[in-house]
C-alpha cells in the first residue's frame, strides 16, 4: 500500500522508486539508524543498509529490492555478493531482507532471515 500510494504510476517499475519509498517508510527508524542507499558491499552495492547507532540495540538490516522475481532471489544476491562484508566493524547480529513486487500485479513478497554478526561469521570461519 505505501509503495502505490506514494509512486507515480509512471516509476511504480522503477527500483529507485521503491527504494524511495522504503526510506519514507523508515523515516521514524532514523533515530536508531543510519540509513544507507547504495551502499558498496562486497561484490557490488547493497539497495538499502540499515546500521544502528551507537546508542541502540537492534540488528543491522541489508535490503535487496527485486521486481519479478522470487524474494529468496534477493536474499541469495545478498549472501553471494557479500553484502555483509561491508559490516566487518559492526557486531551485532544482522537480518536480510528480500523485497519484491510483481510488475502486473502489484503483489509484493518479503523473505527475513536473521544471520550472526560480521565478526563472528569470521572468526568461526578462520
Known amino acids: 500500500m505505501v509503495h502505490s500510494t506514494n509512486t507515480s504510476l509512471l516509476r511504480y517499475n522503477d527500483e529507485n522508486s521503491l527504494a524511495c519509498v522504503l526510506s519514507l517508510a523508515?523515516?521514524?527508524?532514523?533515530s536508531k539508524y543510519h540509513i544507507i542507499s547504495g551502499l558498496p558491499a562486497g561484490k557490488g552495492f547493497a539497495d538499502i543498509v540499515?546500521?544502528?547507532?551507537?546508542?541502540?540495540?537492534?540488528?543491522?538490516?541489508?535490503?535487496?529490492?527485486?521486481?519479478?522475481?522470487?524474494?529468496a532471489t534477493a536474499i541469495q544476491q545478498i549472501k553471494s555478493r557479500k553484502y555483509v562484508d561491508a559490516l566487518s566493524r559492526y557486531e551485532g547480529n544482522v537480518v536480510l531482507v528480500g523485497i519484491t513486487y510483481d510488475k502486473k500485479t502489484k503483489h509484493h513478497d518479503c523473505l527475513i532471515e536473521k544471520v550472526h554478526s560480521p565478526t563472528k561469521v569470521q572468526s568461526a570461519n578462520a
Do not use: G, H, M, T
Not at 26 to 30: E, G, P
Open 26 to 30: 523508515f523515516y521514524s527508524a532514523r
Open 50 to 71: 540499515l546500521v544502528p547507532r551507537s546508542n541502540a540495540e537492534a540488528p543491522a538490516v541489508v535490503l535487496e529490492l527485486k521486481y519479478d522475481k522470487e524474494a
